[in-house]
């Protein structure tokens, strides 16, 4: 799978972390084009660690609590030690996208303007793009205040803090009896520092899709539906399908931001031609599934970093089945709390069955990268012992490397780089 560019010139990557799926999947691409990877996270025993791909870990302050001592780490690194290309893998891309003009002294790197970057990250801010855009999303209410929350009289519904990853930000409601208890949530959380979203709630599938951007100009896209939901809801098994409309709304979203770099965003599909966007993701999002689908948005992103103007790909196949095994155990756990369904889990995963049939495993590339499976195999030896273990497991996936509404309103506090 590695490109005849990728082998003749490798290039010094430095992923801004390697807690979340998406840097794992990310660092076995690149290991298998053969760039030499290097990665930094707060947390040393992050995904990102057990690969044979990883040619150096740093110990990083985490984003989350010291967005400052974050930055100040990365710009030092970059200005220490040659690198070709920084990647933003996630959330990070926030305070990178406030600091590129001091990054790019040193690096190449593929980010929007700061304001942009800001519109696609905040839910509330999405969806006021959204209605702008004339682009369908479900009934949605934009409220700021507990009173406006708990005056809410439309069920079941979704309520979503501006900021968040995963199911740390989202709400489902099913009746009035549950708003106290959300508004207490989202007070703790800091959420009223923004508006917080309220959509009519939709029983539909869930897709996603992944764009590359040069300067505002669409290069390529994925898009792929959930088959089975993991933990945090995030994807377990997937299938790529194509998807000519968002491939247009895509283009009018990146035209408008004027967007760099990578940008995903998760919809509804209600009907066969139907669509209806709940969120944004300023980043490119768990990309094996698209590579499997031949469509290597990965290195058409780090040809984009580097400066060059690539033609267009064209769409990938349709079809491609893919899971990540340690979702799809955590997910299970989390469910079932059964050690008979977990071990019947694993049997299906081992021998390919039901919903994995015909399906590749994204995050444990066993044959060419055996420390990967190291965190698969630990999960599942503890969950059988203790299925309740996995909201812990989880809550290590939400970690110091994410934002979070105070190291938000720091990082708008910059004027230049933090000291």
């Not at 220490?80 to 996208?97: C, K, M, N, T, W």
């Not at 519904?157 to 009035?176: C, D, E, H, Q, Y």
């Not at 669509?275 to 689908?293: F, K, Q, S, T």
Request: hydrophobic letters at 45%; aromatic letters at 6%.
């Amino acid at each position: 799978m590695a490109t005849s560019e990728a082998r003749t010139s490798p290039l010094r990557i430095l992923l801004s972390e390697g807690s979340s799926t998406s840097a794992r999947e990310a660092i076995t691409i690149l290991g298998m084009q053969g760039h030499h990877v290097e990665v930094c996270d707060p947390d040393p025993r992050c995904l990102g660690r057990f690969s044979r791909f990883v040619r150096r870990f740093y110990r990083c302050p985490g984003l989350g609590v010291d967005p400052a001592g974050y930055v100040n780490f990365v710009l030092v690194l970059l200005a220490r030690r040659p690198f070709d290309v920084l990647l933003p893998i996630h959330e990070q891309g926030y305070a990178l996208s406030k600091m590129r003009e001091a990054i790019e002294k040193h690096v190449a790197v593929a980010l929007p303007a700061h304001a942009a970057y800001q519109q696609a990250h905040s839910k509330a801010s999405f969806s006021r793009l959204l209605s702008g855009l004339d682009l369908p999303q479900p009934r949605t209410w934009l409220v700021r205040t507990s009173e406006d929350v708990l005056a809410l009289d439309r069920f079941p519904l979704i309520l979503k803090a501006a900021t968040g990853t995963a199911s740390r930000a989202v709400w489902p409601v099913k009746g009035p009896r549950e708003l106290a208890a959300v508004v207490r949530e989202l007070a703790r959380c800091g959420a009223f520092a923004d508006d917080i979203v309220a959509q009519e709630f939709i029983d539909a599938p869930v897709e996603h899709a992944q764009a590359v951007f040069d300067r505002g100009r669409l290069l390529g896209t994925h898009a792929y539906r959930q088959i089975a939901r993991g933990a945090g809801g995030g994807d377990a098994v997937k299938e790529s399908v194509d998807r000519p409309l968002v491939r247009e709304h895509l283009t009018r979203i990146g035209k408008h931001l004027d967007w760099h770099g990578a940008l995903s965003v998760d919809y509804l599909t209600p009907g066969a031609n139907d669509v209806l966007y709940i969120d944004c993701n300023p980043r490119l999002v768990e990309p094996m599934n698209a590579l499997l689908a031949g469509h290597d948005l990965l290195s058409l992103l780090l040809r984009v970093t580097r400066g060059a103007s690539p033609e267009a790909l064209v769409p990938g196949r349709a079809g491609v089945r893919t899971h990540l095994a340690l979702q799809a155990l955590l997910g299970c756990a989390m469910r079932s709390r059964s050690r008979l369904e977990l071990w019947c889990e694993c049997r299906r995963l081992l021998m390919r069955t039901g919903v994995y049939r015909g399906s590749q495993e994204e995050l444990t590339p066993l044959r060419i990268d055996w420390p990967s499976v190291i965190p698969t195999v630990f999960a599942a030896a503890l969950l059988l012992v203790r299925p309740g273990a996995a909201e812990c497991l989880v809550s290590k996936g939400w970690g110091d490397h994410l934002l979070n509404p105070d190291s938000i309103r720091i990082i708008e506090g910059w004027n230049g780089p933090p000291v």
